[in-house]
């Protein structure tokens, strides 16, 4: 069996960046920093951010087995979880506070707007984008909900940090789904995929 550890597949991301569009905005093919219409949401914690991924699977059983005879994949939900520092950035508030983001656009230079009573479905598609060196890792939701938010905590020794977990969902008629894509940065991982022939 070949050795295919390769110390320059290690990945540390040295930067985080999050970018949000409307909902089912395409995914940009090229790793630059999106254009237009993909907004940067700003400054993250070093923590970056955290992805998660839940699946749930559901037995069936039969007699004169002890094991069961199938599984079934029921549920698969991935979320990731990120602390902004700007905790005035415009897109960022009106996510945290639930509001259209045309509720943060200031007349002089006060935004002012009521906080729902009841939760809106507000959703759009964001980018998840880690680097290190030339090696890139990003996740595209094209139709994310913010549906956890962290307590809001105004503090005179530090920023004020703002914590939001994201929900993926497919995209309209799941014609755009979740994904994931790998820049290498030049590295050669063809030992990982042998010839078939």
């Given amino acids: 069996m070949a050795d295919t ?17 409307a909902v089912n905005t395409a995914m940009p093919v090229a790793f630059a920093d999106p254009a237009t219409p993909w907004i940067n949401l700003g400054w993250i914690t070093t923590e970056g951010g955290l992805f998660k991924r839940e699946d749930e699977t559901k037995d069936v059983e039969a007699a004169g087995s002890l094991e069961p005879i199938r599984t079934l994949m029921t549920k698969s939900v991935k979320s990731a979880q990120v602390t902004f520092l700007e905790g005035l ?3 960022v ?3 945290y506070d639930n509001v259209p983001i045309e509720s943060l656009e200031p007349t002089t230079d ?6 729902p009573d009841k939760p809106a ?15 890139r890792m990003r996740l595209y939701m094209p139709n994310g909900l913010v549906t956890e938010r962290g307590d809001e905590q105004p503090q005179t020794a530090d920023v ?3 914590q939001m ?27 990982f995929f042998p010839d078939a022939g």
């Fill in 5 to 21: 550890r390769n110390a320059d597949l290690t990945f540390g991301a040295t930067d985080y960046l999050v970018y949000a569009a």
């Fill in 89 to 91: 950035n415009p897109f």
């Fill in 93 to 95: 508030r009106a996510l």
């Fill in 110 to 115: 006060v935004a002012s707007y009521d906080l």
């Fill in 121 to 135: 479905d507000l959703r759009y598609a964001f980018i998840f984008d880690t680097m290190d060196g030339a090696k």
């Fill in 160 to 162: 004020m940090p703002v």
């Fill in 165 to 191: 977990t994201f929900k993926f969902f497919k995209g309209v008629a799941n014609s755009a789904a979740v994904k994931r894509s790998i820049k290498y940065g030049g590295i050669d991982v063809s030992e």
